[in-house]
């Protein structure tokens, strides 16, 4: 896998580039000179995962006939800053799924359980240092 990265403008704002043609905007918070013209990277770190695991439970709940109207899925990190650096990695990481439609619960948990313990590459990835957990609801 192989991205690219170009500078927009004479301060943070980057266009990002990988397989697929679709552009990403990345920027840096506007107390250090950015203009908010795309996410930041810690931002995309937790958009990556919560894409990564909602293709995983589409899929499987495609496979398991589950008739899935809608997802909305929210992440939230808590970051803990490393002593004597200004690095601050996610330490803990909650996924909250919203599904809709007329489904199974019990096929919706095994879809998150494949895809958290199974098929995320993400997860696998995050799961090191950081803390995952998950919840779910199932709404009309």
Do not use: W
Request: aromatic share 4%; charged share 30%.
């Amino acid at each position: 896998m192989k991205i690219t990265l170009d500078r927009v403008d004479d301060a943070f704002h980057l266009e990002g580039k990988g397989m697929s043609p679709v552009v990403v905007h990345l920027d840096a918070a506007e107390e250090i000179g950015g203009k908010n013209a795309g996410s930041r990277p810690m931002e995309l770190l937790l958009m990556g995962l919560g894409g990564c695991t909602s293709i995983d439970v589409i899929l499987v709940l495609k496979k398991q006939r589950q008739e899935l109207r809608d997802l909305k899925i929210e992440v939230t990190g808590e970051r803990e800053q490393i002593e004597g650096t200004e690095m601050k990695p996610f330490r803990k990481i909650k996924i909250h799924y919203k599904f809709y439609g007329p489904l199974d619960a019990a096929k919706v948990e095994r879809a998150i359980e494949l895809s958290m313990d199974k098929y995320c590459s993400a997860t696998a990835q995050l799961r090191p240092s950081a803390e995952i957990t998950h919840s779910y609801e199932i709404l009309p």
